[in-house]
């Protein structure tokens, strides 16, 4: 995974911007070229009375004040030597805005914060933040605004390739972590969880007579796939993990018990937030962690 050109997006009515951190803590490790752009809309200014040279004249002259700000903000990253651009665009859509803008200057990593509730620890998803995850054909990492430590990684992997997930994905997510770990010094576990279908939801006699046999022939073959799957990149076993129980309980514990300071998680360019790599169990299970996000994409065709 190459880290040579960030997008920024930032949110100039909030007090404090953890995507444009992040993305600094990245460019001072990696010398990252930074793009940092702030999306406006004011309901106002927008309309069929946009026409209005008054309106118009009032719209630019918010972008301008827009700009102002953001270089003012910027100023002392500049000085201290980074590679930075900025850009400030009128958008009514977000996450419409940050895909055109991304189209454009094709960036290696969009960084983005999620919400913040005072009153909780855990990643909150704009509905933006979903858009995103759904159409950004990029590497997406949603920052937490929790204290950033900079030391853990995890990567959730599926080698069983449930939910219609290609093979391929776990390897690139794999390839992904270990390039970020070596490239920003953290350590990387990679995670995989499985869970039996619960014995509660059998009622045929003859099948729940087999269920253990069935409970044991399932965790020997999410271990076969899992162990090759380590091996085929050298993982340590150390560092590898096979956690049994439904991921939405088993990986914020995880996150929380090693200190993740990151989740990687894969999902398929197609579209649909249902192919998020955990599949149906993706909302509650993202809203629940204790740390930053990176969404990576596998395009359909591979």
Same mark, same amino acid.
């Given at each position: 995974?190459?880290?040579?050109?960030? +997008?920024?997006?930032?949110?100039?009515?909030?007090?404090?911007?953890?995507?444009?951190?992040?993305?600094?803590?990245?460019?001072?490790? $990696?010398?990252?070229?930074?793009?940092?752009?702030?999306?406006?809309?004011?309901?106002?200014?927008?309309?069929?009375?946009?026409?209005?040279?008054?309106?118009?004249?009032?719209?630019?002259?918010?972008?301008?004040?827009?700009?102002?700000?953001?270089?003012?903000?910027?100023?002392?990253?500049?000085?201290?030597?980074?590679?930075?651009?900025?850009?400030?665009?009128?958008?009514?859509?977000?996450?419409?805005?940050?895909?055109?803008?991304?189209?454009?200057?094709?960036?290696?990593?969009?960084?983005?914060?999620?919400?913040?509730?005072?009153?909780?620890?855990?990643?909150?998803?704009?509905?933006?933040?979903?858009?995103?995850?759904?159409?950004?054909?990029?590497?997406?990492?949603?920052?937490?605004?929790?204290?950033?430590?900079?030391?853990?990684?995890?990567?959730?992997?599926?080698?069983?390739?449930?939910?219609?997930?290609?093979?391929?994905?776990?390897?690139?997510?794999?390839?992904?972590?270990?390039?970020?770990?070596s490239a920003l010094g953290l350590h990387a576990d990679?995670?995989?969880?499985?869970?039996?279908?619960?014995? $509660?939801?059998?009622?045929?006699?003859?099948?729940?007579?087999?269920?253990?046999?069935?409970?044991?022939?399932?965790?020997?073959?999410?271990?076969?796939?899992?162990?090759?799957?380590?091996?085929?990149?050298?993982?340590?076993?150390?560092?590898?993990?096979?956690?049994?129980?439904?991921?939405?309980?088993?990986?914020?514990?995880?996150?929380?018990?090693?200190?993740?300071? +990151?989740?990687?998680?894969?999902?398929?360019?197609?579209?649909? +937030?249902?192919?998020?790599?955990?599949?149906? $169990?993706?909302?509650?299970?993202?809203?629940?962690?204790?740390?930053?996000?990176?969404?990576?994409?596998?395009?359909?065709?591979?």
């Open positions: 995974m190459k880290l040579e050109k960030l +997008l920024v997006v930032i949110d100039a009515s909030q007090p404090s911007h953890p995507a444009l951190e992040r993305a600094v803590w990245l460019a001072r490790g $990696t010398q990252a070229r930074l793009h940092v752009l702030l999306v406006e809309y004011s309901a106002a200014l927008d309309g069929s009375l946009l026409e209005n040279s008054l309106q118009n004249r009032a719209r630019d002259a918010l972008l301008e004040q827009r700009g102002k700000w953001l270089e003012e903000l910027l100023t002392p990253l500049r000085d201290e030597g980074l590679p930075l651009q900025q850009e400030v665009r009128w958008g009514k859509r977000l996450h419409e805005t940050v895909l055109e803008a991304a189209a454009e200057l094709q960036p290696d990593l969009v960084l983005k914060s999620a919400a913040h509730n005072n009153l909780l620890r855990r990643l909150l998803l704009t509905d933006s933040c979903w858009q995103l995850m759904r159409h950004c054909p990029f590497p997406l990492w949603l920052v937490h605004h929790a204290e950033w430590r900079g030391r853990n990684l995890c990567t959730a992997v599926d080698p069983l390739h449930k939910d219609d997930k290609p093979a391929a994905l776990d390897h690139h997510l794999i390839d992904t972590s270990l390039a970020l770990s990679i995670v995989h969880c499985h869970a039996p279908m619960p014995r $509660t939801l059998l009622n045929n006699t003859e099948l729940l007579a087999t269920y253990q046999q069935y409970v044991s022939d399932d965790a020997q073959q999410h271990h076969k796939a899992f162990d090759e799957l380590v091996r085929q990149h050298g993982i340590a076993p150390e560092s590898a993990h096979l956690l049994e129980g439904a991921p939405e309980n088993m990986l914020p514990r995880f996150v929380r018990k090693h200190e993740i300071d +990151l989740l990687v998680m894969g999902a398929i360019a197609r579209g649909r +937030l249902d192919t998020i790599l955990i599949g149906h $169990t993706a909302e509650r299970l993202l809203e629940s962690v204790d740390c930053d996000l990176l969404v990576v994409k596998l395009s359909a065709e591979k």
